[in-house]
């Protein structure tokens, strides 16, 4: 069992929906979570960056984590057709420099 | 004004070469990473440098060597190059060994 799960996608939907994605873990020592965001043949574009457990938003973006459940969620309000990229989940313990990453989430949002 | 930048973006070579990858961030930050995106996408790590001290080594063949010259640099050598080398290579960088990485654009290796 990978340490962190993500469904691969693609997860296909139309321009302003609300858009899911989701991430859980096994590790409970995890403490740090991040989400990523990565065009084809780019490299992963930090999106949201949080700390233990709770809510964070930055425009249409709201990043969740339910540390109980091991389970994090990011939000994407209003989705354009340039949301349509891979999505990663990361996340890792404290006083580790090792980030694990998800498999990610390919997003499709049409017009 | 970029900030983790990798040289080269693609790089062909046949099976046995040896070839380098270069790293350069102007960040400031302490601490540099490799990691290695499969085909499928999956990113795992192979190298961390905190301030030019190597911090993991993530089981790696030890034909793959980091070398940190500074800490804005850290360069990748892969001796004897296997097909199975195929991948792109990401650079990264962390103000701390606690915080966000940021990511270079990676380099796409071929090995034929």
């Known amino acids: 069992q990978k340490e962190v799960e993500q469904d691969p996608g693609p997860l296909s939907v139309p321009e302003g929906a609300i858009v899911s994605l989701n991430c859980t873990y096994s590790n409970s020592a995890f403490q740090y979570f991040m989400w990523y965001r990565q065009y084809s043949r780019k490299g992963p574009e930090l999106l949201m960056y949080t700390y233990s457990s709770g809510n964070k938003e930055d425009g249409r973006f709201t990043a969740q984590v339910d540390k109980s459940s091991k389970y994090i969620s990011l939000f994407i309000r209003d989705s354009q057709p340039s949301d349509s990229a891979t999505y990663l989940c990361?996340?890792?313990?404290?006083?580790?420099?090792?980030?694990?990453f998800g498999t990610g989430t390919r997003l499709l949002v049409s017009p | 004004d970029t900030a983790v930048s990798q040289t080269p973006k693609y790089l062909v070579t046949q099976m046995g070469n040896d070839k380098s990858i270069k790293c350069e961030q102007n960040l400031g930050h302490d601490t540099m990473y490799w990691y290695k995106q499969d085909s499928k996408k999956f990113l795992k790590i192979m190298f961390s440098y905190n301030n030019k001290e190597l911090i993991i080594n993530e089981t790696v063949p030890n034909r793959f060597s980091p070398k940190s010259p500074d800490k804005a640099h850290l360069n990748l050598h892969i001796n004897s190059l296997e097909l199975g080398d195929s991948a792109v290579y990401f650079c990264?960088?962390?103000?701390?060994?606690?915080?966000?990485?940021?990511f270079g654009q990676g380099t796409r290796l071929t090995v034929v």
């Open positions: 990361a996340m890792k313990n404290t006083g580790f420099q090792k980030l694990v």
């Open positions: 990264a960088s962390s103000p701390t060994r606690n915080t966000e990485a940021f």
